[in-house]
């Protein structure tokens, strides 16, 4: 189950051939402007939604005959639009295609993937259903709680509330099993605080401790023969 991407084909299509023929209007204008018919490929090749409408013009430059002007250079300001446009019209079908709704609401405390590399705590202050978003307000990254900070994070980026881990961590502090391999035994019960927690055995101090197991009931022996005598 894949996002759509602004930069999907499908969409990188439709936007080179809208601009293409926004392109050939503008050619027909100049005498020595004349439209090339591989603009399309030229654009398909170049356009994407995250440079000016400057840059790209000096990119359609270096693969054709054309001089920019500031009229092409506006046509071009408008790809970051288009391509924000029919992405997010894929997104809205997509969503919906997949039946994806918010498993939280505004206020839920979160934790956030960050491009899959950490994560983060934040508040939820805003749902878009639409496009499965949520903005996510998180103080460690200095945003402030008024709707207008936060982070874009997708739906399937976004896990349960923190107060549900807490949660979990108290109901087991009470009993914490202690799997170390190196011991002999799992634990033993602490009852000095009427805890149930398990704690490590050390093999070392079990030994130490037989030993004065040991020497105490041998010492108790020679006192009850002292005492016979």
């Known amino acids: 189950m894949q996002r759509p991407s602004k930069m999907d084909l499908d969409i990188v299509e439709r ?31 170049n356009i994407n939604p995250y440079e000016d409408g400057y840059s790209l013009s000096r990119r359609i430059e270096s693969a054709t005959f054309y001089e920019p002007d500031i ?32 498993e939280f609401s505004i206020g839920d405390k979160v934790h956030v993937n960050l491009r899959g590399k950490s994560t983060i705590d934040g508040e939820i202050v805003l749902i878009n259903s639409e496009i499965g978003l949520y903005k996510i307000c998180c103080e460690k990254l200095g945003h402030i709680k008024d709707g207008k900070c936060g982070l874009l994070i997708p739906f399937e980026d976004t896990y349960r509330e923190i107060k549900e881990f807490k949660e979990d961590d108290e109901n087991n502090s009470n009993d914490i099993i202690n799997t170390d391999t190196n011991s002999d035994k799992v634990g033993e019960k602490n009852e000095e605080d009427g805890n149930k927690v398990i704690e490590p055995v050390n093999k070392e101090k079990r030994v130490e401790k037989q030993k004065r197991k040991s020497r105490l009931k041998k010492s108790d022996m020679d006192g009850e023969k002292n005492e016979e005598k």
């Open 15 to 45: 936007v080179s051939r809208e601009v293409s023929v926004e392109i050939k209007e503008w050619s027909l204008k100049f005498g020595d402007q004349e439209f090339l018919p591989e603009i399309f490929e030229i654009l398909y090749n």
């Open 71 to 102: 009229d092409l250079v506006n046509i071009l300001n408008k790809v970051s639009d288009k391509f924000k446009k029919y992405h997010y019209d894929k997104l809205i079908e997509w969503i919906k295609n997949n039946n994806l709704k918010p």
